[in-house]
């Protein structure tokens, strides 16, 4: 019996000591806000202070109640910090579904070590904009004069030379080393989901003309006007960060799963849509993933507020909805048409605020609703954007990990169709007209569902999973999930979730 007993002693001294570094620190905080808590309505903090985030996500964040198998944790961009953790702290995050990123610096080699070694995924992310990669050159010459400077948001005021390709040979060679250098210290890099969003994506077409020295290697079509011009600076856009960005990752870590900002998979026949409304190009790249963004941003409300003025809060969610939906679905329908190997990882977030004027938010049932919908369109990761704009807003980013993370949860509870199955809609309802909303997954034997009203007078969904078979789903106000199973003469229907139950509160 001594024997026996032994070896549990023992890893339960080790799991305490594990523990301990995190019991430590003091009595675990509890959490300042719930899912109920409604946004918006806070203001704000005024006060910039350093806040242990480590300890937020872990009181905020239960533990998962379903397994997450081989799928990807999810990332925050209010993460946990750089520095390496302690190997309980790893599996603490990792509990609840979430895993430290690392940004593109052979500074992080050491945090990467310790992921590693706890058995998690080393995810690279960082955001990267402004003047790179052309701050990388000797001379100043890159720089375009602005014309008409006080046109320029901060972003778009370093207007580049796009015929500067040594800038680019440049950029490549940076990542090239610094993965490299990730490979001889032995680790083995997982993914890298990038941000970077450097000239051309934001080049100004005015600045252009005026700048003689460049104007010949332009092609004059694409100087024609603001939309000629738009889509050639988003194909040279995706034509550099494949050869610059996409390729340098697969020379060094072939099997990462690698992608950047805003890059999609858009065709004539299903054009994924910028927040304005224009069309984006089709142009293939060799990343191993897209990146469709998922925002409740004002800059997409904007105009379609204008052209649909919603009558309340649930007009309001129609339309961010549909925001949230459309470059997902319209890449995953792309995909599947066109055979890709490509998967999606788009960034999400409910309230995103890019306009110079007071827009109203999505509320965050609505947000977590159009979440499980994202997740029936065939995507494999989350990676969540929530800024706490300078410390400011700390409990509207906590908000935003706390909705994906539960939604996450609940979703796992069909983690094997989230792997493998079909996506069943593609379809979008239209922005300012309600309309049944669903999504689904299958398999040849089993299927998820969600459905919900989203302003329809229909009460239910008719519909047919399989071939010759057809069942009737029950649509509530606030959202239902079922798991259909084929049987040999009817179909089987389980309620698994009805609105925001029963992951965890």
Not at 321 to 334: C, E, F, G, I, K
Request: net charge negative; glycine share 6%; hydrophobic share 45%.
């Amino acid at each position: 019996m001594q024997h026996a007993t032994q070896p549990i002693l023992v890893r339960g001294l080790l799991l305490f000591c594990l523990w301990l570094p995190v019991l430590a620190s003091g009595d675990e905080p509890a959490c300042p806000i719930t899912l109920d808590t409604p946004f918006p309505g806070w203001q704000p903090d005024q006060a910039q202070q350093a806040r242990d985030w480590f300890a937020l996500y872990t009181a905020c964040l239960p533990p998962l109640r379903h397994a997450r198998g081989d799928r990807w944790p999810l990332i925050f961009w209010q993460g946990v910090g750089d520095e390496p953790l302690q190997p309980a702290q790893v599996h603490a995050l990792l509990a609840r579904g979430v895993v430290q990123h690392l940004p593109l610096d052979v500074r992080a080699i050491p945090a990467a070590m310790v992921l590693q070694a706890a058995g998690a995924p080393v995810v690279i992310m960082q955001g990267q904009g402004w003047d790179w990669p052309y701050a990388l050159l000797d001379d100043d010459a890159w720089r375009l004069p602005l014309h008409e400077p006080q046109r320029f948001s901060p972003m778009a005021s370093v207007q580049a030379d796009p015929t500067r390709l040594d800038a680019w040979q440049l950029g490549a060679a940076q990542i090239r080393a610094t993965l490299g250098a990730f490979r001889a210290a032995g680790i083995e890099v997982d993914a890298v989901w990038l941000d970077f969003e450097p000239q051309p994506l934001l080049l100004d077409l005015q600045t252009v003309r005026a700048a003689k020295r460049i104007a010949g290697h332009i092609p004059a079509e694409a100087l024609a006007d603001e939309a000629a011009f738009a889509l050639y600076r988003r194909r040279l856009y995706l034509q550099l960060v494949d050869a610059y960005i996409a390729a340098p990752i697969r020379e060094v870590f072939p099997h990462a799963l690698s992608t950047n900002w805003i890059v999609t998979l858009s065709t004539p026949e299903a054009p994924v849509l910028s927040w304005d409304n224009w069309h984006h190009p089709h142009v293939v790249t060799s990343f191993s993933a897209t990146n469709p963004i998922a925002y409740g941003i004002d800059t997409a409300l904007l105009p379609l507020a204008e052209a649909h003025p919603p009558a309340g809060q649930a007009a309001l969610d129609r339309l961010y909805l549909h925001v949230l939906l459309r470059q997902v679905s319209a890449d995953a329908w792309n995909r599947q048409q066109q055979h890709s190997a490509q998967v999606a990882v788009p960034w999400v977030a409910r309230r995103v605020v890019d306009e110079q004027q007071q827009t109203p938010a999505m509320s965050r049932a609505a947000y977590r609703e159009g979440l499980r919908h994202l997740w029936l369109r065939g995507v494999a990761a989350m990676q969540v954007f929530n800024p706490t704009a300078g410390g400011r807003a700390w409990r509207r980013a906590l908000a935003e990990a706390q909705d994906v993370q539960h939604v996450y949860d609940q979703m796992l509870a069909v983690g094997d169709l989230l792997e493998h199955g079909e996506v069943m809609n593609y379809q979008v309802p239209l922005p300012g007209e309600p309309g049944l909303l669903w999504s689904g997954l299958r398999d040849d034997s089993r299927a998820v569902v969600r459905v919900t009203r989203n302003g329809s007078p229909r009460a239910a969904l008719l519909l047919q999973p399989w071939r010759g078979e057809i069942v009737l789903l029950p649509a509530p106000p606030e959202g239902a999930s079922y798991l259909l199973t084929r049987g040999d003469d009817k179909i089987e229907t389980l309620v698994l979730s009805r609105g925001d139950g029963p992951a965890h509160r």
